[in-house]
């Protein structure tokens, strides 16, 4: 486990609240300044995890429009899946 700083921690924490408050774009963009300028500064491996991030997100929010139908948008769902007879 990495160990991240407190402004690193603090920007994390507002990301995850601009997702769960339904912007996702918000989060995109933030993603790719921190993406451009960790390869402004070459520091390409840094680079690559938000542009891992920027993938994983694009796909939550490629299946979260998939999940909404209109007049669907303010519901609570929940989900179960089972193997092996377990939940």
Not at 6 to 29: D, H, I
Not at 46 to 54: E, S
């Amino acid at each position: 486990v990495a160990k991240v700083s407190v402004s690193q921690y603090a920007t994390q924490v507002k990301q995850a609240r601009l997702f769960l408050q339904g912007q996702g774009s918000a989060v995109q963009e933030l993603l790719q300044e921190q993406m451009a300028a960790a390869a402004k500064a070459e520091q390409y491996e840094k680079a690559a995890v938000y542009r891992d991030r920027l993938t994983a997100l694009a796909k939550v929010l490629t299946s979260l429009k998939a999940a909404f139908v209109d007049g669907f948008h303010d519901a609570d769902v929940l989900g179960l899946a089972m193997q092996g007879g377990k939940a």
